[in-house]
């Protein structure tokens, strides 16, 4: 094993046994890297060091910085961590904050200095943060002085917290303050090795209680030199922009590493709401752009009031990207979107392809370095047309922090994504449910995402979430819980004008027979439905209004 830099050996303690982790695929060209690396030298000091710290990097409404700009404020904070707040390499430092160039600097700065990040989404409330602060033994938090009051709640319940560093406050003890002392522009890489924890993500919930994933310096590299490089194929000119919180590792690939691993900009908007983010589009010439399908859903309404065609690559991730909206938004803006599945525990996608090779309703093969199959319950390959779990491998996989549901993730060697999913004869994987999504009704095996992907297509569908809801009969059927379009009705004749739409377009053994007409889904901070919540609430006893349900 190569040596670890920590002192704080935490991290490297609380990873899984190497025979609980996947196999992981470094053979490939490009993710062959130095046994010591510390990734912010590759994402920073090195474009600097080339000559291009004159280029643009970070650009915010308020503010812009270049490479060096960004490389003196990643130097100045971690002075700060290691000098005044006595940050040894393998500490875990929280950040808190909405996506700015002072939430990407102190990224990179607790990374330099060989600390390991925990960033949290800046909605998370006192309970919500205590969790990865027990969870990964957190002593230190640099938090935006706008989130203290949250912040601030969370210390009774997390006594392992000994202190809170704000920006964008007064006084002496800011971090502002602290960077501003003299002798502070510049700091030394720490010589972390290449297997170097550097990341703690938690996953958004979706299923249940987060789940702390762990990734090394390697693994920020080697997601930019896979789909960065062989999919997405941005180039030194382009702007990024997008929605997804850089606490979300989909928003710290598409707004932090891919851009900088290219010398490209980030665009970062504190609010990127569908109306915030066609503005900022045209505002600031951004041409690749991260957001989630309910975005790009949204934003085909408002092309009339905003123009987007500086826009040249579109990728959409989170959840699945429905046909409906792929064919939509390339008819109307001439783009073909890269659907990606990702997951936290992955790093980011694994399964994308070029535009030119997109497929409406398909999520698109392997990824260059990673290798994916559709397994059965015993782990065997099945035939494609077949469905079954996805299992997936590659230079990243998943890490859990002290966790049990390891072993459910990783099994022989390969990362199981809870996924079920079909492979067509072309090598293209379609996406059929969350394996817990799965509906069996009557004997039927119904996917309630297909049936989401009907009911959006719609004019009257805003947004919808389908799952099973128990009955006696059958066990389980399928009940749609739907957000209407202004002007549409949930009457009687609609739910009937719903079910039979659905029987019209897909096997009608899978049409919604419960209706219930809602005017918001529970989803994440990061947008993605929690269908397990609905399944909660579908299996909670109680007499739903008339004008509600029809079966």
């Not at 046909?323 to 979107?337: L, P, Q, V, Y």
């Not at 997936?392 to 998943?398: A, K, L, Q, W």
């Not at 996406?431 to 009557?442: C, E, L, V």
């Not at 609609?494 to 029987?503: F, G, I, N, R, S």
């Given at each position: ?251 710290l690939g598409g707004l932090v590493l891919f851009p900088l691993r290219v010398g490209a900009a980030a665009v ?167 394996s817990d999504d799965m509906i069996i009704s009557a004997g039927y095996n119904i996917a309630g995402p297909e ?11 805003a947004e919808c979430g389908v799952v099973g809801a128990p009955d006696a009969d059958r066990g389980h059927v ?74």
């Amino acid at each position: 094993m190569i040596r670890s830099a920590h002192i704080d050996t935490f991290a490297r303690d609380h990873l899984p046994a190497a025979e609980q982790q996947p196999d992981f695929l470094l053979d490939f060209p490009d993710v062959r890297y130095p046994e010591r690396i510390n990734c912010v030298t590759a994402f920073v000091d090195d474009w600097v060091a080339n000559g291009q710290g004159g280029h643009d990097c970070l650009i915010a409404p308020a503010e812009r910085l270049t490479y060096a700009g960004l490389a003196e404020r990643v130097n100045r904070i971690a002075n700060v961590l290691t000098r005044d707040l006595g940050l040894v390499a393998g500490n875990r430092v929280l950040l808190r904050g909405p996506n700015s160039p002072m939430m990407v600097a102190a990224y990179f700065a607790v990374i330099k200095a060989g600390g390991v990040v925990v960033a949290t989404m800046p909605l998370l409330r006192a309970k919500e943060i205590a969790f990865p602060l027990t969870k990964a033994a957190i002593k230190l938090a640099l938090c935006d002085a706008r989130l203290a009051d949250e912040m601030e709640k969370t210390k009774p319940l997390a006594p392992v917290l000994d202190r809170v560093v704000y920006w964008g406050a007064s006084g002496a003890d800011s971090l502002e303050t602290l960077m501003a002392q003299p002798g502070y522009a510049n700091f030394a890489a720490c010589d972390t090795a290449a297997d170097d924890v550097c990341l703690i993500a938690f996953t958004s919930g979706t299923t249940g209680v987060p789940k702390g994933t762990m990734h090394f310096h390697r693994d920020m590299l080697a997601i930019c030199d896979t789909f960065g490089k062989h999919v997405l194929r941005a180039v030194p000119q382009d702007r990024f922009i997008g929605s997804p919180p850089i606490a979300f590792t989909f928003g710290l690939g598409g707004l932090v590493l891919f851009p900088l691993r290219v010398g490209a900009a980030a665009v970062l908007l504190e609010r990127a709401g569908p109306d915030d983010l066609a503005a900022a589009i045209k505002q600031f010439g951004a041409t690749v752009c991260f957001t989630a399908p309910t975005a790009y859903r949204n934003m085909l309404g408002k092309l009339a009031a905003h123009d987007l065609s500086s826009l040249r690559k579109c990728v959409s991730a989170g959840e699945t990207l429905p046909g409906a909206t792929f064919t939509a938004w390339e008819a109307a803006t001439g783009i073909r979107i890269i659907d990606g599945l990702g997951s936290t525990e992955m790093l980011h996608i694994f399964i994308g392809s070029r535009e030119a090779d997109m497929r409406a309703g398909r999520t698109g093969k392997p990824v260059p370095g990673y290798e994916a199959r559709v397994i059965d319950e015993a782990g065997r390959e099945v035939p494609n047309g077949v469905p079954g779990r996805l299992a997936v491998r590659g230079p990243t996989g998943c890490r859990y922090l002290d966790d049990k549901r390891q072993a459910d993730y990783v099994q022989h060697g390969w990362n199981v994504t809870g996924d079920t999913y079909v492979r067509d004869d072309e090598g293209y994987f379609i996406y059929q449910a969350r394996s817990d999504d799965m509906i069996i009704s009557a004997g039927y095996n119904i996917a309630g995402p297909e049936v989401e992907t009907v009911l959006l297509t719609h004019p009257a569908v805003a947004e919808c979430g389908v799952v099973g809801a128990p009955d006696a009969d059958r066990g389980h059927v399928v009940k749609a819980y739907v957000i209407l379009k202004p002007g549409f009705s949930g009457d009687a004749a609609l739910t009937h004008a719903l079910q039979e739409y659905v029987k019209a377009t897909v096997a009608p053994y899978k049409y919604p027979r419960a209706i219930e007409y809602v005017t918001s889904l529970p989803r994440t901070e990061t947008g993605k439905l929690q269908r397990f919540e609905l399944r909660r609430i579908a299996s909670t006893p109680a007499a739903p209004a008339a004008s509600k349900m029809a079966s």
